[in-house]
């Protein structure tokens, strides 16, 4: 990591959101030991009041809440221009595939199922930042015919407009589109997106590609399903 991106790890601002106060303060001990600057809240509404105030780098945010659950809220923070673009962490006791799918079809990055160990929590979240910083120092722009892909502003164009991605979303379309016509199988986007030992099914990866496909448009066609093996992105 370059010294850009330490500072960057070291000095993330995140956004919590979480209503258990025992588990609010593990997060919070954990985080600011090393180093994160930390803001702390306990309900939905004010978690969306602080996300657009004070813009933070990351958001962990818990799925049962009062008041504004976690995934409307989750939902509410992808629609707004504003924070649509803030890598979200869902934090949930729900660990069955349907609840974690709805999560990533909403926009969710990553997700964490309780009890966790803090020091899962910590490696999800410098994967999550190593991105941000890593996408901080690259200026790769690729071009497909009407679509252009800005890997270092973070910027998808397709004829000229440009489209709205998550961070996961825009990490898998750089991915597939940096090697096109490479095929590759569900578990390899999982480990080059999110790294090894991530416990995400096949069937949120297909999630992550109609909601990719859907937002693309005309352009979506270019990437293509591979039956039994995976996708690739072709011109």
């Known amino acids: 990591i370059t010294k850009k991106g330490h500072c960057l790890m070291a000095k993330a601002k995140i956004l919590v959101i979480e209503d258990e106060k025992d588990i609010l303060d593990i ?7 090393e180093g994160y600057k930390v803001k702390c809240v306990d309900s939905g509404e004010e978690g969306l009041k602080q996300a657009r105030e004070k813009i933070p780098d990351i958001i962990i945010l818990d799925l049962m809440l009062p008041g504004i659950d ?19 962490i869902i934090l949930t006791a729900k660990s069955e595939e ?5 999560g990533l079809e909403i926009g969710a990055d990553d997700y964490i199922t309780k009890p966790f160990s803090p020091r899962v929590l ?12 890593m996408s901080s120092n690259d200026s790769d722009v690729i071009k497909k015919k009407d679509l252009i892909i800005d890997k270092g502003r973070r910027e998808v164009l397709y004829k000229g407009k440009k489209v709205d991605l998550t961070f996961t979303e825009f990490e898998l379309l750089y991915l597939l589109s ?9 578990n390899q986007i999982v480990q ?9 099914t096949e069937r949120a990866v297909d999630v992550q590609i109609v909601g990719l ?13 591979i039956r039994g093996v995976g996708y690739r992105f072709r011109d």
Do not use: Q
Not at 98 to 102: H, K, M, W
Not at 122 to 133: C, G, P, Y
């Open 122 to 133: 910590l490696a999800r979240v410098k994967a999550v930042i190593r991105k941000l910083s």
């Open 27 to 33: 997060i919070e001990f954990n985080l600011e030991k």
């Open 98 to 102: 349907a609840d974690i799918v709805t």
């Open 70 to 88: 976690g995934l409307d809220v989750c939902k509410i923070l992808k629609n707004d221009s504003k924070t649509r673009h803030i890598p979200v």
């Open 178 to 186: 940096k090697r096109s016509g490479w095929v590759f199988t569900r």
């Open 213 to 225: 496909r859907k937002k693309l448009g005309d352009a979506g066609e270019m990437i293509e399903t």
């Open 192 to 200: 080059a997106i999110k790294g090894n030992g991530y416990p995400v």
